[in-house]
């Protein structure tokens, strides 16, 4: 009966190729529009740690040493609470973080000097985020307290200074210093990126920046300072600071720690350390509030930051509206469809075949019709994310059709049509068939 | 026009009635917003900015030692002088749109501190020798700066400059002293404070708002011997030269700072880098709206077009008993007319909704009341252009129809 009802369906649609054509070019933009869009929210709202983000806490404390009017912790830390609680070791893994900008030449590479991006961080942020290396490794907590001159280099920077071949054991020259490279990371693009991600309530809806490249350049946290000194910039300060004293010792944040709790236990243990430390280190005067501290997990960090773009929020909503309006149009035009087929369905219905039947022969036509459009949505919806490719946004190059996405593309289609043939066809299983013979 | 058998007909076609008043009313819905909010980013992008735009240039030069730039940043600027076509040079720490922001909060109070609940916030741009004039700030009231006051003005490794006078910007001057003159009046955050000695047209902020143009106006302007922090340096020069300069200035700096790191761009770039995401953004939502409407309209071309190829023999039976084609037209045009009707009316109520719920969960400020009746004329308008051409198809159907039978 289905070959049937296909061969029906196939005619029907021939007869009216320009209103066949309409519907399935509504069904196509709508899907287009729905899936490329929701294939950016994807991309974006997804877990860049998957199976490890819960896992993954950021601790905060409140360092200021007045009442603080705003009743939140700030996003980052002071320099001396963030190496205290990182010195403690308290955790699973712990790692510190701060990015500034340098300037960086590879001695016998004829390129010039160019201003890299250098994450200082300590050796367990590599594993604790599981960065991919192609070369040599990470350094080690050894290197950490020695405060060895070595780094690790992206795969973009080593392709761009040593056309990607194996550069561990060579020397680049940060600012004034030579410093040994002793990994090179394979191509890594977390997204968003996720460990530096600050101030988002701060930026109305314009966080495109937390789905920027990582850093060129990763050195010891502590080594770096002394690279990079005078290079930092606080992220605030709660007091101006004074002439001359260094960022460590200044009324500024500009540090931030990560770790790594494995079990509930140690994360409620971890808590009450952060509580004891401010309550330690408000009894030394140095902190004006002891109950502001905070620890989310990574995922609740993000969303505290709202991290995916409020432009791109809105665009998955007003696809959707889009969708609904690709909806209604086809099943208008479907039941007008149907319903001009009144007589046609009366013959059949005299003849014998049963409500169901007519039912199941129409919604075949619908179906049909949903499977085309779906083809022309999944075109749209490559054509959509190639143009999403090429804005001059952060995100543009994570951007690409994932299989997950594509399946869902043609599940919402055929679904989309289904939903759009059911009613008329109802409607057109539901003629009496003595009405439509006598108007024959 | 009778329009009681309209009615008549639409109960008899109840569903794709409902259908098409739903599709116009949420075509309606999407269309007021999404054009409210076109409006608004095409608004942002177009921040007016007082400084010659068109005639600046600049590189940004980093890496370079500190220690040197006493002796450096003269240098540097007398050098980039011997281009030609270059009308004049200086340099800041940052420019408008640049994203570099350095901020601070000040007071009205000498006791004030930046942290106290009643400050406010501002950027500060730092300007070398001639940096007024090379931007192109318009002075609306007092003076620019002394030679004496960018010779005694240091950093010396602290966030604010020791000198003690500022330049503001006509809106922040307003904001801060409404009811008085602002020239003569202080700002403080202990232990600095600076006196207004000049008020200029209104200068962009580094970062924007996209709240309020009010806030995105919030600039100060320090003087400041030659310092580190001064990396930008600002050419001058006619549009058509920029592009040269440009390019001049960028080797030249890297030439005579071979440890420094030069990067040069016009500030047409900085601005439209700056707009870039927005911009895209309102050309998807114009696209948005296009394909959108022409969903709709074509949806009205086909269920009009079958409501007319079904009621053929009553078409052709109205014309026998005396309806002139006019008749016919217009019964087709009014019908299309109430269908749109109670489409906008429910998509008016829609999109007044969708607007207080984008207030509340996104970065939106409410849409102006006339957005509502101007979007229910267009697609008053659309519809009735949609249903023209299935409209004449029906008034031609001859009155022979009416007699035959199928």
Redesign the interface.
């Given at each position: 009966m289905f070959g049937y009802y296909m061969d029906l369906a196939l005619r029907s649609l021939r007869r009216s190729p320009v209103?066949t054509a309409?519907?399935v070019?509504?069904i196509a933009?709508?899907i287009g529009?729905s899936m490329t869009t929701l294939t950016v929210m994807h991309l974006l709202s997804g877990d860049p740690l998957p199976g490890r983000s819960q896992h993954i806490f950021y601790p905060q404390v409140d360092p200021?040493s007045?009442l603080n009017?705003h009743s939140q912790p700030y996003d980052m830390m002071d320099y001396h609470s963030a190496v205290d609680l990182w010195s403690a070791q308290r955790a699973d893994r712990q790692a510190l973080i701060t990015v500034s900008?340098?300037?960086l030449t590879a001695p016998t590479v004829h390129q010039?000097?160019?201003?890299a991006q250098m994450l200082s961080t300590t050796s367990d942020f590599f594993p604790m985020f599981a960065v991919p290396f192609q070369y040599g490794n990470a350094w080690t907590a050894q290197d950490d307290a020695r405060h060895a001159r070595v780094a690790v280099i992206s795969s973009d920077l080593n392709n761009k200074l040593f056309q990607g071949s194996d550069s561990v054991g060579r020397t680049l020259w940060l600012?004034d210093a030579d410093v040994r490279i002793v990994g090179v990371l394979a191509p890594w693009r977390p997204s968003p990126q996720f460990y530096e991600v600050v101030g988002g309530r701060f930026s109305?809806?314009?966080t495109?920046s937390f789905y920027g490249r990582p850093e060129d350049v990763f050195m010891p946290f502590f080594s770096s300072l002394e690279v990079n000194d005078?290079g930092f910039n606080p992220f605030t300060?709660?007091?101006?600071?004074?002439?001359?004293?260094k960022l460590q010792n200044s009324p500024c944040v500009w540090v931030a720690l990560w770790v790594q709790l494995d079990s509930a236990a140690k994360v409620s243990g971890y808590r009450d350390y952060l509580a004891s430390y401010a309550e330690q280190q408000k009894a030394l005067g140095r902190f004006a509030r002891a109950d502001n501290t905070r620890m989310f997990d990574l995922m609740q960090w993000l969303d505290f930051n709202r991290v995916v773009p409020?432009?791109v929020?809105?665009?998955t909503w007003?696809?959707f509206?889009?969708l609904?309006?690709?909806l209604?149009?086809t099943?208008?035009?479907l039941?007008?469809?149907f319903?001009?087929r009144a007589g046609e369905i009366g013959v059949r219905r005299a003849l014998g075949a049963s409500r169901a039947a007519v039912f199941a022969q129409c919604l075949v036509e619908a179906a049909t019709i949903g499977l085309l459009g779906g083809l022309g949505g999944l075109l749209l919806t490559l054509l959509g994310l190639w143009l999403i490719r090429r804005?001059?946004?952060e995100y543009a190059e994570l951007i690409h059709l994932d299989p997950s996405m594509f399946g869902l593309t043609f599940a919402l289609a055929i679904a989309a049509s289904l939903l759009a043939g059911v009613?008329p066809a109802l409607?057109a299983s539901r003629i009496a068939p003595a009405l439509q013979l006598k108007t024959? | 026009m009778e329009i009681r058998p309209i009615f008549a007909s639409l109960r008899k076609h109840r569903i794709p009635a409902i259908l098409i008043v739903l599709e116009i009313a949420l075509a309606c819905a999407v269309l007021c917003n999404a054009v409210f909010m076109i409006g608004k980013r095409i608004g942002d992008i177009q921040i007016p900015n007082a400084i010659d735009e068109r005639g600046l240039s600049v590189v940004v030069l980093n890496g370079t030692d500190p220690k040197l730039a006493a002796s450096d940043i003269p240098r540097n600027i007398a050098a980039l002088r011997t281009i030609a076509g270059v009308q004049s040079v200086g340099v800041t720490s940052t420019l408008p749109l640049s994203r570099n922001n350095w901020g601070w909060s000040f007071g009205l109070k000498s006791d004030s501190a930046m942290t106290d609940k009643n400050t406010f916030n501002v950027s500060l741009y730092f300007l070398g020798v001639g940096a007024d004039q090379t931007l192109g700030l318009q002075l609306k009231q007092g003076r620019f700066f002394n030679a004496d006051e960018y010779a005694d003005s240091t950093l010396g490794g602290s966030a604010l400059p020791s000198a003690h006078v500022v330049l503001v910007t006509e809106s922040l001057a307003h904001q801060l002293w409404p009811d008085k003159a602002a020239l003569g009046q202080s700002i403080y955050s202990k232990p600095y404070y600076y006196t207004v000695v000049g008020v200029v047209a209104d200068v962009v902020r580094p970062q924007a708002s996209i709240h309020s143009t009010q806030r995105s106006y919030a600039s100060t302007f320090y003087p400041l011997q030659p310092d580190a922090t001064l990396g930008y340096y600002l050419l001058r020069s006619a549009p058509h030269d920029r592009a040269r300069i440009v390019r001049a200035a960028e080797q030249k700096l890297g030439e005579i700072n071979p440890a420094a790191v030069a990067k040069g761009k016009t500030f047409d770039d900085i601005r439209g880098q700056y707009f870039a995401d927005m911009s895209s953004m309102a050309w998807m939502l114009v696209l948005v709206c296009v394909v959108m409407l022409a969903v709709t309209a074509f949806g009205i071309v086909g269920l009009t077009s079958f409501w007319v190829a079904q009621r053929r023999r009553q078409i052709g039976i109205r014309r026998a008993v005396g309806a002139s084609r006019g008749d016919i037209l217009s019964y087709f045009r009014t019908e299309n007319f109430l269908l749109t009707g109670m489409g906008v009316v429910l998509g008016m109520a829609l999109a007044f909704g969708i607007n207080i719920y984008l207030m509340h969960h996104y970065e939106m400020d409410r849409m102006p009341w006339y957005y509502l009746p101007a979007s229910a004329v267009a697609l008053w308008l659309l519809g009735q252009l949609a249903v023209l051409g299935p409209a004449l198809r029906a008034a031609a159907v001859p009155p022979v129809v009416a007699t035959r039978s199928v």
């Open positions: 209103l309409l519907m070019l509504a933009v709508g529009a200021t007045r009017p900008a340098l300037r010039p000097a160019l201003m600012k109305d809806g314009d495109a005078g300060c709660w007091n101006a600071p004074d002439p001359g004293v409020s432009d929020r809105l665009q007003l696809a509206a889009f609904a309006i690709c209604f149009n099943i208008g035009l039941l007008a469809k319903l001009r804005q001059p946004v009613l409607r024959l | -």
